[in-house]
């Protein structure tokens, strides 16, 4: 076939069927160019539809080879992608976890922490269908890791070059393809503890067929991961959360005294698994031991909140949310994938790519309860004697009201298949058109995701409170309802009524099963891409001092259509989920973009090299309107050296279907009550506002609003699309007198405008309070408290409405660094006699991110309102990645260190808290550094009649650096399990 790889339009639109080298390094920057080549050779990558290599282009670009991927031991492609310095770890697989709700084992990439949403994922160069109903954002878990030949990550907003959804950046995740032979692997690796065992396997054959004109593969492969729950390990097994400091109960700012102190086994002795209640003349409160034994609760020994507090060890006879927490779901993944081309004639490949890919995960999150919300009448059936007395008057004044989670369900678990079907085919070629020699690509692109989700053990409050109201019948305890003459209870589903006990944990699976409820739903996605795209220069014309222009352009038609169909019967609303109308929406959008690369200066003094890149794209949305985004950048080489590159360009999001179509839906929010007597104080204008709502009863104020309220949120059809403004600018060195060595330094900065958010409920809470100047009654009126003087809630929150509105501004700039350095070590071993061992290869990477900013305006017209999160929880001001790697021969020695740097446990931003570090005993998380080490060995031939074996042996933390204390099971920034051992072994024949 004809077609020159100096003439290609780059990995991004041919990766998938044109052969490609990539530098075999663990978590490799880009290996050093030859300063002498004029063709491009082997390094193309995804930052330009104009082929050229990476060090000579504008954008920055970041790469993780194949080896890096079976380095890490792990086949999560989002774990991998989340220890690059400029990834977030928030939209992972365990980020995700105990959720309960959609997320549930998505695993997405989060460029620079602005959400996934905002991360365009590309696959082979194109578009891949989305993984989560109303969303655009790609699931990792969709791609298969054992064909993934390298992954190449641009900084910055790509929108001109790639469309929309590229405001922070572009993840293109490159398959091997062109395969010939066969090739079997396998893996296997777990935790200390034997937590997060993990396996898999592949196996993948191909070859050529038609006198060479042709090739396919085909790929099998299938992984799984065991489940891990909290208490599993060893430092979330303490419970631990923070309590009020009894030197400092109000938390007043500046005077020196943490607000808080962190202990152990923090749980709640107003609710439990068998049952609490209370006698409310002594304020007593009575819990059941496993064996039923009725004993008073245990006194606290530090108060969280009013409902939850500390214990100092496990009691048996209350609740521990953490008891009930999955930090790593069960999951297994089986797929298949073929890619296929043949030349029909000597200028044009006919090719495609399809796969069917299936992932499983078992989920569970705490049980359904009960909190202050059923009394247990007079004559209930269960009721011993020993339980009256300690009730007192409020049995008899129809006060004894029993708190329960629901643990004899076995708590509420999810099961979550998502399936994803792609395929796409196309032609690509190149012909003359006398001016130029053009190539081009034409393709069509079709992708189905489909997510069943599962839910077992939820609670039907009407059939609870029908079974609970039990009394002893002619011929044995029945509900009360079932007797003659008795009225039905409200909101129960018809079936015969089976009595409950809410006392210790006896039912029959009979009285569970009339209780609660299984449900099911499903997400429906289907992308739908037409796309075409030629490049080539003007070498025939016109040749600029510094050579031909390259040009590129094309179009793109694509249609994305997602549905959200709920259960049935929890849209009648007798489920204590709250009911949901079913959310169906699509958009098509039509694009056509440009690119051009200039060429001004080349090989003159002072003018190595000097280059102008620009890019356009006019893209025109059915639910949004037309949209432009643009990029311009240089490079400039006064020597061969050293080089200068810089971009800068405005990029667009519109608005996904979630975002524009979700119909008004309930659901659940977890706030905490400002006026609490605990939080009034951490803002200066806080206990002023409080003291205005005549809503709260009284100041001081005991909130029990620390759980779950319901709420209400929907899409907004009048959204425009977000813009931003991305700058970078960096030096390249790659100094000739240090052969193999390549050093950039590149800055930073993202900016969005009119930023597509749901205000957090929290943030909508505190701003009713916090706002100066009395009241912000744009806030206070989006959420509701209980005015009912009856109700046990009175005066708390008790519902909360949002929407979709372009109403943020968010904004992030540092520097990235990233180094690599490849030399021959022969000569220098051979001189010095006892080293000769050291005789080899030798590979030096690192991958270092400064965090200079990251700004949350929550509204950007008040540029006061500014939340900072530079050094909190998640946003490290360093990361760094490194590896070293030694081979000689068939040996192959690997260290890799991931440095988090030190950050804050507390909200930094002094307008938001004024007391700082004074939150807790524990404001800072130190510095940690983790350090894995791998060893491979390649075999060739002789084992198993294989033509070449490679096996290999890793360990992960190798130094076992714990989980730190003050974290909690919800940040994914660290470690988990501390040390993990794995192993494998790649056969090919």
Known sequence: MSLKRNHLFGTT??????????PAAVHAAPAAQDPEATELGEVVVTGSRIARPNLEQPAPVSTITEQAIINSGTTNLGDILAELPGMGRTNTVRANADSGGDLVGLNQANLRSLGAARTLTLVNGKRHVGGSAGSTAVDLNAVPTALVKSIEVVTGGA??????????????????????????????????????????????????????????????????????????????????????????PTGLPGNGKPNRLWANYIGSDWIDERGVFFNGVTGEAFGFKADGTLVNQPARTGENSAAFGSFGEYCDTCFFPDDWIVVIPKSERVGFNTVAHYDLLPNVRAYVDAKYITSKFDDNYQPSFRFFSDSVAEDNAFLTPEMRAAAGADLAAGNMFVNRFLGDTNGRASSVERTTMRIVGGLQGDFDARFAEIDWDLSYNYGRTTNHFKSFGTLIPGNYAAALDAVQGPDGIVCRSSLPGEDPVAGTTGAPCVPYNPFIAQNTPEALAYVTHDSQREHKLTQKVVSGIISFDTSRFLNLPGGAIGVAGGFEFR??????????????????????????????????FAEVNLPLLADMPFAYRLSVDGAYRLADYSHSGEAEAWKVGFLYAPIRDVSFRGTYGKAVRAPNITEAFLPITAGFEDVSDPCDVARINGNPNRAANCALDTEIPQLPWNSSTNASIKAETGGNPNLKPETSESFTAGVVLQPRWVSGLALTIDYFSIEIEDAIAQIAPQTIINNCYDSPGGLAEQFCSMFDRNTDPNSNFFGNISML????????????????????????????????????????????????????????????????????????????????????????GPLQLGWEA??????????????????????????????????????????????????????????????????????????????????QIFGGVRISF
């Open 898 to 979: 991931r440095f988090e740097d030190e950050v804050a446990t507390y909200e930094t931003t002094r307008t938001l808290n004024p007391s700082a570090a004074e939150s807790t005993n524990i404001p800072y998380i130190g510095a940690k550094v983790y350090h894995d080490f791998i060893a491979r060995l390649r075999l060739e031939g002789g084992v198993l009649y294989a033509n070449d074996t490679e096996l290999y042996i890793g360990i992960n933390n190798a130094f076992d650096v714990r989980l730190p204390y003050s974290v909690g099971f919800d940040s994914s920034q660290y470690e988990l399990f501390g040390r």
């Open 159 to 248: 929108s001109a070059i790639y469309g929309s959804d590229a405001v922070s950046g572009v993840v293109n995740i490159i398959l091997r393809d062109d395969f010939e032979g066969a090739q079997i692997g396998a893996s296997y690796g777990i935790g200390d503890g034997s937590l997060n065992e993990r396996w898999a396997i592949d196996a993948t054959i191909g070859g050529n067929f038609a006198g060479g004109r042709g090739n396919v593969a085909f790929s099998l492969f299938a992984d799984g991961t065991s489940r891990v729950m909290a208490t599993e390990v060893p430092e979330l097994a303490l419970r631990a959360g923070t309590v009020l400091n009894p030197d400092d």
């Open 559 to 592: 249609e994305e259509s997602s549905a959200n169909i709920n259960d049935a019967f929890v849209k009648t609303g007798l489920s204590e989920s709250a009911p949901q109308p079913d959310a169906i929406g699509g958009f098509d959008v039509s694009e056509y």
């Open 13 to 22: 639109v041919l990766a998938g069927f044109i052969a490609m080298s990539a």
């Open 801 to 888: 409405r949002n929407q979709f509105v372009n109403t943020s501004k968010l904004e992030t700039s540092g520097w990235d660094i990233n180094l690599s350095y490849a030399a021959s070590l022969d000569n220098w071993a051979e001189k010095v006699s006892f080293l000769n061992w050291a005789q080899g290869d030798l590979g030096i990477n690192m991958k270092a991110t400064h965090l200079e900013k990251y700004n949350t305006f929550q509204f950007q017209d008040r540029p006061d309102v500014i939340n900072m999160n530079r050094g909190e929880l998640g946003n490290p001001v360093w990361r760094l990645t490194s590896s070293v790697n030694w081979t000689r």
